[in-house]
């Protein structure tokens, strides 16, 4: 079984300040990792992934995270939040095999403040 | 290039009736997965359509199924609908391989009165 854990529901911080959005997981074997991002009324938009290779992914909107095999940990950061940043922030866990069904953590809601 | 449809963007039904919801995946796009959003459970895996064959199923009930066709196109079908069915239902596409991309469409929110 997978699982991922968020923690924080709510974070919000100072435009300019820098972006920390925790996940960490469980998996039984090498994970797929993802983080997405949701807008009031809309669907899920990819910002990066992480699959094999290297463990420091860059993704969409200056976003990236780092997977930590010994933290199972794939936290989001971004140097400098905007207002635009405002949203509501998934991580997601696979496995290979069956990569599509994706299990997601229960969602950080960011606010950016001026 | 189109994205993922999903139709109808909105929908009331009552306790006890049917509905069926329509996703159309981006073209060349083979596989189609179907999740839940809700406030309490979050987002879950309903199944996945890949070439017309289930190919992964999540935890629900027989009154959630689902289909599709040759065209890639997928719907999916509650039945006797009760009220905790209210939800976003999300539509994913994706082009079937491995490690590739899933597109997420703007869902369709049901509410069960």
């Known amino acids: 079984a997978q699982s991922v854990t968020q923690l924080g529901s709510h974070v919000s911080v100072s435009e300019g300040a820098l972006v920390l959005l925790r996940c960490n997981y469980s998996?039984?074997?090498?994970?797929?990792l993802f983080w997405y991002v949701q807008y009031p009324n809309q669907g899920l938009q990819l910002l990066l992934k992480y699959t094999t290779g290297a463990t420091l992914v860059k993704g969409i909107n200056g976003f990236e995270a780092e997977f930590k095999k010994s933290e199972t940990s794939f936290h989001l950061t971004k140097p400098s939040a905007h207002m635009s940043d405002a949203a509501e922030y998934f991580c997601?866990?696979?496995?290979?095999?069956?990569?599509?069904?994706?299990?997601f953590g229960t969602g950080t809601r960011l606010q950016v403040t001026l | 290039k189109a994205g993922v449809t999903q139709t109808p963007r909105y929908l009331i039904k009552t306790r006890g009736q049917q509905v069926t919801l329509s996703c159309s995946p981006i073209?060349?796009?083979?596989?189609v997965s179907w999740y839940q959003q809700t406030p309490g459970q979050g987002l879950q895996f309903l199944f996945e359509y890949f070439s017309e064959t289930q190919r992964n199923k999540g935890n629900f009930p027989g009154r959630f199924s689902g289909r599709q066709f040759s065209n890639s196109r997928s719907e999916m079908n509650v039945s006797t609908l009760e009220l905790g069915d209210s939800a976003l239902y999300l539509c994913?596409?994706?082009?079937?391989?491995?490690?590739?991309?899933?597109?997420f469409g703007q869902g369709t929110r049901l509410t069960v009165v």
């Open positions: 073209s060349g796009h083979r596989s």
């Open positions: 998996s039984s074997v090498p994970p797929y």
């Open positions: 994913a596409s994706r082009r079937g391989n491995e490690n590739t991309e899933a597109f």
């Open positions: 997601a866990v696979s496995r290979p095999g069956t990569a599509s069904k994706l299990t």
